[in-house]
């Protein structure tokens, strides 16, 4: 995989079940969002995913359908990506920096279901989304109950109606408080589900009064992920 210089203009790909964002992101954080897929030549690449990630690859997205494949590749571009990364997991590291390097629990409600928590820094991503006994729904990763059944774009109905949206908060909040990992006090729910239905973040703080729950720092963009690849960027090359 190819190094690049972190002074230099970014640009992260952002990957969804509902399309793809581009956002370029320049040295002092001011980003610039273009609609759909561009890859200015000469500037480095970077692509955050839903799904497994492994050496620069996508084992595993189930709500894309890509198993195995280089996500530069499939996106049709001629060169690979400087760094590829988990959608979740970029998205807290940007909110974790737009913060100020706060720790925090992540939730990201799209077409599925998207969690981390952020500690020093370093984030541990993949939670929350799979997290079982939710309901008798098989998910998208062929399991039975996973919190996606309940809470995901994919499986709730469209429009969601405003009565089904305490049902979402309790479930968020079950598996935040089942989830060893989800230390830090502060919980951040977003995503394109919290954004047209930013009630939910009210909902879920009021089904977890003893922590602190916000909305996304990151406005204008899809997620925070722009800012989250640039951190994994500047730690890979400080390493």
Not at 50 to 58: K, L, N, T, W, Y
Not at 151 to 177: H, I, K, N, Q, S
Request: with cysteine; hydrophobic share 45%.
């Amino acid at each position: 995989m190819s190094t690049a210089s972190p002074t230099t203009q970014l640009v992260c790909v952002e990957i969804g079940g509902g399309g793809v964002e581009t956002v370029l992101l320049d040295e002092d954080g001011t980003a610039t969002r273009l609609d759909g897929l561009a890859a200015p030549a000469g500037l480095p690449l970077l692509i955050a995913v839903p799904g497994i990630i492994e050496d620069g690859r996508v084992v595993i997205a189930s709500n894309l359908g890509w198993y195995d494949v280089d996500p530069a590749a499939q996106l049709g571009l001629p060169a690979p990506a400087a760094l590829v990364g988990n959608d979740a997991e970029t998205a807290a590291l940007g909110e974790s920096a737009l913060r100020g390097g706060t720790d925090l629990v992540f939730l990201g409600l799209g077409t599925g279901v998207g969690g981390a928590v952020v500690v020093d820094g370093a984030a541990t991503c993949n939670l929350f989304a799979h997290h079982p006994g939710f309901s008798d729904r098989t998910c998208t990763c062929t399991r039975t109950g996973c919190l996606e059944t309940v809470a995901a774009g994919w499986a709730l109905p469209d429009p969601l109606p405003d009565a089904d949206l305490p049902t979402v908060a309790r479930a968020l909040a079950r598996a935040v408080e089942a989830e060893p990992a989800a230390v830090p006090d502060l919980v951040v729910l977003a995503g394109g589900l919290t954004a047209r239905h930013p009630s939910l973040v009210t909902l879920l703080a009021a089904e977890l009064p003893h922590r602190t729950v916000e909305g996304t720092a990151a406005h204008g963009t899809k997620s925070a992920a722009a800012w989250g690849l640039r951190h994994l960027l500047l730690s890979r090359t400080h390493a």
